[in-house]
C-alpha cells in the first residue's frame, strides 16, 4: 500500500457544503479508523450522499478538511482515487458489455490490482462473466459494482446506499461480501437508511440529520441511549381518547413515552408489567387500539428518539 | 493476491481498455450499425435511381391538328429529339401546356404562318421552341451553312451519382463522427457512469483518446465501404490516392468528432443533446453541398459556406475522388477542417462536464 498505515482513514473536520439555498452539509466532523466499518445513517436527503462524494473527490466542499488515507483530493487525487474503491447510487454499468468485459475494463484503470478471476469468484458472478450486463438481476448488477471496485484493491471502501432495493437474500450475500471484506483489515463506510444492516455491519455509526452528525457510537452504545430495551407502539380509533403523555410514563415498566404520526411510542424496561398495564389504562379510558406492537429496540427508535421523526419520513 | 507488479499486457492498458469497450457498443448495437453501413448506401441506391442519368433526351411537343396542318406534323416528325403529340382543340393543348404534361404546343396558322405556344422561364420552353422550329425549317428547305458533326462523350464522373457518393460519405463522416461521441457521452452522463468512470484513477485523456481510436478504426471500414460500394455498384471513379483520401477522411472526422465532443461537453440528457445535433447538423446538410451543389446559394453567402466543415469535408472528397486532387491543392479544405478541430476540441475540454 503506497499510503502510510498510521493514522485515521478518513478524517473529516467541519465539513460544510451548500446548494444554493440549500445547506446540505452543516459543519460535520467525523474520524474514522483504519480497519473499521463505519455507517452513516439517516434519512434521504441528511446529507449523507454529499458528505460521502466530498470523501470521494466528485464534490467539492465549501468549507472544511477532509483527509482520505492521510491525502487530501487538492494535493494527491489520483493518489487517493487509486486507493479507494466506491459504489455510487445509481451507476449504471454499460449493458452491452459483458460481465468479464466490464471487469477487466475497471482493471485497466487501477495502478495496483487483485485477479478479475479472484474477484469474480469473490462476488460470484463466475456462472455470469460472459453474460451482458443489461440480462443481470438487481443483485447481479449490484455485486459486479461492487467487483469493479474490488479489482482496484481498495484500502478503504465507499459504499452509497448499497441494498436499496434489493431483495433479502441478495442483500445478504452483499453483506457478506462486505463482511468478507472488512475481515482483511480494510476500512469500509457505508451510508444507508435500513437500520438492520447498519446493526448487522457496523462497528460505529453515526446518525445524520439535517447535515449534522446527532449521535455517534457503537449500535449497542445508541440504542443503550433510549435506557430502554423494548419499545410498544400502539394507535387508537379515536385520537382524542389518547392518554396524556404523564399518565403512560406513569405506567409500571414504561420509561418514556413520545407522540409519532398521530400514534404514541413508548420506552418500556419491563414488558410484561407495562403491556397490562397499558391495557387496563385504555380500557378504563373506553380507547379501541387500532393496533399494538412491540419490538426490542433499534436504531431506528434511537432516531425517533433523537428527532421525533422516522428515518422513512425523510 | 494483487498483481501490480506483474508487467501489463497490452490488453490490460487503460486506453485499450475502453477503445474495446467503445467499439464492442458500437458494433452490439444494431442500429447504429444500419445508420452507419446500410442507411447511406440505400441512400445512394434510392438517389441513384431517381437521378440516374437518361437517354439522350427527347422532348414532349404538342400540336394541333386542324385543316392545313399536315406539313407541319410532318416536318416536326422528321426530328429524332422531339416526341410529338396532337392535339384537336386549342383548351386541351392549353391544359396539357399548363400542367407540364408538353413543353410546347405548336399552332399551325391557315396562312401558313407557325406560332409556337410555351413558358419561357422553363428551360424545356426555350430548348422545346429551338428543337421545333429547327426540324420545320429544314422541313422547308432550308440548308446549314456549316457542316456539324456530333462526338457524343458520356464519362463516369459528370453524373449524378458520381457527386452524390463523395457527399453522402462526408455526411456520414459528420453523423457517425458526432452521434457516435456525443450520444455515447451524454448517455454516460445520465446514467453516473461518467462520474464513476472518473472516481476512478483513469486519465481524462485516456476516456477521450479512446473515442478517437474507436472512431478511427471504425472509420477505415465505413469509408472502405462506402466507397467501394459507389466503385462497385454505381461505377463511381476513383482518380485520387489512397492516401490523399485517407488524410482528408481522417482530418474530417476528427473535426467532426470534435464538434461532438462539444454539443456533448454540457448536456445531462439525449433530449437536449439531439436537439444541439440536429442544430449543427442540419444546416449543413442543406448548404454544404450533399445532394446539390453548394454553388446553388447566392455569392454573399458562399465565404460563410466555404467555411463549415462538411463544406470543407465534401469538397475535398470530391476533389480527390473525382478530379484525383493531391494534397497540394487541398490547403484551403485541410486548414478549415483542422482550425474546427482545434476550436472545438479546445472549447470542449474547458466546458466538459465530467459529472
Redesign the interface.
Known sequence: MVSPSSGPALSIRGLVKRYRDVVAVAGLDLEVPRGECFGLLGPNGAGKTTTIEIC???NEPDEGEVRVLGMTHREQP?AI??A?G?S?Q?????E??TVI?TL????????????VE?VLAAVQLGEKRNARVGGLSGGQKQRLAIA?ALV??PELFFLDEPTTGLDPQSRRQLWSLIEQFKAEGRTVIITTHYMDEAEHLCDRVGIVDHGRIIALGTPRELIGLLGTEHVVEFGLEDAATMPADAELTALPGVTAARATDGRRQLDVTLIHEAVPALLALLERRGATLTDLATHSATLEDVFVHLTGRHLRDG | MADGSAPRRWRDRALVQLTLARYREFYREPEAVFWTFIFPLIMAGALGIAFRSRPPEVVKIGVIERAGSAATIEGLRQSTQIDLRTFQDDSTAARELRTGKVALVVVPEPSGTVEYRFDDTRAEGASARRLADDALQRAAGRTDLVATTDALVREPGSRYIDFLIPGLLGMNLMASSMWGIGFTVVDQRRKKLLKRFVATPMRRLDYLGAFVLSRLSLLAIEVGFLVGMGMLVFGVPFRGSLATLTVVALLGSMAFSGMGLLVAARPKTIEAASGLMNLTMLPMWVLSGVFFSSGNFPDAMQPFIKLLPLTAANDALRATMLEGAGLASLGHELAVLAAWLVITLGLALKIFRWQ
Not at chain 1, 90 to 94: I, K
Not at chain 1, 105 to 115: E, M, W
Open positions: 470521494e473527490g466528485l489520483r482515487r487509486a479507494i466506491i455510487l445509481e451507476t449504471q454499468l454499460a452491452k458489455l468485459e477487466e475494463l475497471f482493471h485497466s484503470l487501477y495502478p495496483k490490482r487483485r485477479a479472484e469493479c482496484g484493491d
